[in-house]
């Protein structure tokens, strides 16, 4: 027998959606673009962070973040895209992803903007490199890019961050709101590491100083 799903009542086609929310306007139908243009190159530009978003052949979904000094997106043409990789945690979700399915989508964030640019599109790992050395960043060329064929582009509303006020900083938490990530991990750990939580603390604030 099997189990019974958490969620009961739940829309299974678009038409069901539509019916409720209706078509979209004139307007965004039409911003979709195919290519990158002047406006789509100088927001990229001024970015100094994306979010990836990546799905297996099976359909798992990951989102992960990159980020570098502006303009760390390298703009090759008006429909190819490469982002460096720089060393992370190696689990390598996203990167796995791609290599199943063969496609990604991006949302580039410029800071105090709210409006986002999204591209999405055919997505490969990269190696070449002569493509990768103008991406390096304190001598250091990435060993690997993502490189994206753009199949479409658009900006996104402002809504998301209006409503979030993700700008304001008189709405952001203190720093003692939420315990540190080293914290987190330590409670979340099986079975707690030989270091007291102090000495995990430090060595994962000394293992985020290699940035590249």
Known sequence: MSERPFFQ????????????????????????????????????????????????????????????????????DDTHLLIPDRPGNRRLDGMRNILESGHAGVIFLVPGREETLRVNGRAWIVRDPDLLAPLAVQGKRPVYGIGLEVEEVFFHCARAFMRSGLWQPAGWPTPEALPSMACVLWDQLPTRPAASLEEYEQESARSLRTLY
């Open 9 to 76: 009542d739940v829309v299974t086609t678009e038409r069901e959606l539509r019916a409720v929310l209706g078509q979209p306007s004139e307007r965004a139908r039409l911003k979709e673009r195919t290519t990158l243009d002047g406006h789509c190159r100088a927001f990229i530009a001024r970015s100094p962070f994306l979010l990836l978003a990546t799905a297996s052949a099976a359909g798992r979904c990951d989102v992960s973040p990159k980020g570098d000094p502006p303009g760390f997106v390298r703009v090759l």
